[in-house]
């Protein structure tokens, strides 16, 4: 029997990107994958490699939603794994990564992110509390805030 050998690992966000337009934005052009502070300094994108292939990836940044002012701030986005390797915990293992990393960087950090209504159990799972009401984000639909502190106050 051959052992499936996986690995989470740093990659580029060009790297990710076709993951994104795959999984979360297939109806739109490729440039439509790239987020404003992938290249920014402290922004980490994550791979998850299964048996050679690039099966998950998420990103996160330093940055505060609109409106909020909290230094302590960092955004998750782009968490996507591709249709065949759903429900085997690889988006779950991504977050934790990016927790670790956050974590090595700012002791009082707080993890936030727009998720799809759909990914709510996910999110709730992995540590993230649901604010407010639901919010159309056009043309990806209804999304909620998520939020997870993981240090301070």
């Known amino acids: 029997m051959t052992e499936l050998t996986t690995s989470i690992q740093a990659i580029e966000a060009a790297e990710a990107m076709s993951l994104?337009?795959?999984?979360?934005?297939?109806?739109?052009?490729?440039?439509?994958?790239a987020y404003p502070l992938d290249a920014a300094a402290g922004t980490r994108h994550l791979?998850?490699?299964?048996?050679?292939?690039?099966?998950?990836?998420?990103?996160?940044?330093?940055?505060?939603?609109?409106?909020?002012?909290?230094?302590?701030?960092?955004?998750?986005?782009?968490?996507?794994?591709?249709?065949?390797?759903?429900?085997?915990?690889?988006?779950?293992?991504?977050?934790?990564?990016?927790?670790?990393?956050?974590?090595?960087?700012?002791?009082?950090?707080?993890?936030?992110?727009?998720?799809?209504?759909s990914a709510r159990s996910f999110c709730e799972a992995v540590g993230f509390i649901a604010e407010g009401e639901a919010f159309e984000r056009p043309p990806f639909g209804p999304h909620l805030v998520f939020r997870?502190?993981?240090g301070g106050t």
């Open 20 to 33: 994104r337009h795959r999984v979360l934005r297939p109806r739109l052009d490729l440039a439509d994958c």
């Open 47 to 117: 791979g998850f490699i299964m048996a050679g292939d690039l099966t998950g990836v998420a990103s996160v940044f330093h940055e505060a939603r609109e409106g909020d002012s909290d230094p302590h701030a960092w955004r998750v986005r782009g968490v996507a794994v591709c249709e065949a390797a759903r429900r085997l915990g690889i988006g779950g293992q991504l977050i934790q990564e990016i927790i670790d990393y956050v974590k090595q960087q700012d002791a009082d950090a707080a993890l936030w992110c727009n998720g799809h209504t």
């Open 148 to 150: 997870r502190r993981l």
